[in-house]
């Protein structure tokens, strides 16, 4: 057994654009988020038999710019950005470290996230097996993907993770067996 999960971050949001946390706030996407979906797909060489997205709407926004919108999308809330609670839309002045264990006020922690994304995992194993799939998601959620699939600690995902120097993929690939 062996599913092909690649990952595709979402477009830039206004919020991004303004240098806030959007966390589970519904952010839009703005005019760069909407010309990177469209341009995403000239560089995808793979066909996907699923293609699952979170429930918010730069996600699915993002999927449909990217794959079409003949394309069925399989919408999981389990694969939200981070609760960021009372963080939400603020500029982001703080450390990830600092709520790997402990939860953001009001919020959930980078543990929580991973507890979601092991059930999205899990699921993925009883029901694609051998299947090639796409997701369309947030930053949490793709380190955890680091941390359960790749077995890196949520430090080392952390300090590798490409947001921090720019340096953006048109997909991740992940193995899960």
């Given at each position: 057994m062996i599913i092909e999960l690649t990952y595709f971050v979402h477009g830039t949001t206004i919020d991004n654009e303004k240098h806030l946390a959007s966390g589970q706030a519904d952010a839009k996407l703005s005019e760069k988020g909407i010309t990177q979906?469209?341009?995403?797909?000239?560089?995808?060489?793979?066909?996907?038999?699923?293609?699952?997205?979170?429930?918010?709407?730069?996600?699915?926004?993002?999927?449909?710019?990217?794959?079409?919108?003949?394309?069925?999308?399989?919408?999981?809330?389990?694969?939200?950005?981070?609760?960021?609670?009372?963080?939400?839309?603020?500029v982001k002045t703080w450390k990830?470290?600092?709520?790997?264990n402990k939860k953001y006020p009001g919020g959930e922690s980078y543990l929580?996230?991973?507890k979601r994304m092991q059930a999205f995992v899990d699921d993925l194993k009883k029901n694609f097996d051998n299947k090639k799939v796409a997701l369309v998601c947030h930053q949490a959620p793709q380190?955890?993907?680091?941390?359960?699939?790749?077995?890196?600690?949520?430090?080392?995902?952390?300090?590798?993770?490409?947001?921090?120097?720019?340096?953006?993929?048109?997909?991740?690939?992940?193995?899960?067996k």
């Open positions: 979906g469209k341009e995403l797909i000239k560089l995808i060489n793979d066909d996907f038999d699923f293609i699952f997205v979170s429930d918010l709407s730069r996600s699915i926004d993002s999927a449909r710019l990217t794959f079409g919108k003949e394309r069925d999308l399989i919408v999981d809330k389990r694969i939200r950005e981070c609760d960021y609670g009372e963080l939400t839309q603020q990830l470290k600092e709520y790997i929580d996230v991973e380190l955890a993907l680091e941390v359960i699939v790749n077995k890196l600690s949520w430090e080392e995902a952390i300090d590798k993770d490409w947001r921090k120097d720019g340096k953006w993929l048109p997909g991740w690939r992940y193995f899960i």
